[in-house]
């Protein structure tokens, strides 16, 4: 082990850490194939990866996986309040990897770690939210020739690396995991809807049958969200600035209508939208005594906390994850988890069986870009189809379902444009 370097909060949560790894596995089977492939064939052989992702059981798995695969992996957190200590410490005293992470650890703290997963040079970057390849274009350009590429992992990276590449700004190919189908069909929807609700519950145990729900946004993320918890009886209002998916939403059976007027009526709010102050000061002053904050977007910038300090004559903890604001008024405001992403703050993140797809996304997106890297320009580009289709021929077989195939009578049908009525 004397190579590999850490900050982790204790070593001596690794025992807990690698039973749950573990567990994980179980529910990862797409990951597993790839594993036993990899093994064999060392696609990524002498590659140096720094990768920056939630540290959690089904990312501990994910990079056994590039271990398997020849990587000589880096890992550092992608947000201050994500990472699961015993994990972190698993991987650093079972698999011998060199890990920057700690629960909580401050903003400096979290900047220190993203700097020191770049000090290891790597050839290779796997992001989620950008932030490495954010420091590394701004901060430590001289490591920049040394990179053949990256991968990008959620909504708000990808948006970010492509304002980079129509600026210009970009100085290596990126394979943009999230618009992969089986990424965003699977984790964006079912992974944050299930996860966000078990967040909001764990911080609060309130119950949500009768409540009044309001879900910033109609994305796939929220989509998810506004549906799990109408499955558990809330009355769920969507806030939306995109017509299309207003229309959607109001199909879909939920109430639409401005925040201004949300913010008068919900009881819990929770947002995922990827832009700032969808919550804001105007909407604190019409809030119900007792409202409960949430976000579920990749940065904390959702809920606008300033001005809702300014309003306060106090803030105390009052539950693990759960703050009370105190108004000036009297009126008492909830906010979970600071604002930032409460399902992998207060909760686990997305379960292991919508991360196996996401992260074999991840795993064959990264052997795709060192085999291609030569082709590819300086810009963002998506899963390749046929990737996106295995993944998801591999979990229906591991799921144990099996579909039709189309007859040679029925391709040729597809092909013609003659019959008609
Ligand atoms: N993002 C959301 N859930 C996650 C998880 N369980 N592991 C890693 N990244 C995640």
Redesign the pocket.
Known sequence: MAKTNYDVKDLKLAEKGRFRIQWAAHEMPVLRLIEDRFAKERPLAGLRLGAC??V?T??ANLMRVLQAGGADVTLCASNPLSTQDDVAAALVTEHEMSVYAIKGEDNKTYYQHIQATLDQKPHATMD?GADLVSILHKERQELIPGVLGGTEETTTGVIRLRAMAQEGKLRFPVIAVNDALTKHLFDNRY?TGQ?TIDGVVRATNILLAGKVFVVGGYGWCSRGIASRARGLGARVVVTEVNPLRALEAVMDGFEVMPMARAAAIGDIFVTSTGDINVVDGHHFDVMKDGAILANSGHFNVELNLPALQSRSTEVRRVREFLEEYHLKDGRRIYVIADGRLV??AAA???PASV?DMSFANQALGLEYMVKHHGELQKQVYPIPEAIDRQIARLKLQAMGIEIDTLTPEQEKYLRSWEEGT
Do not use: V
């Open positions: 992702l939630h959690t089904e990312t989620d992974g996860s399902n992998l686990e993140g997305h991360m």
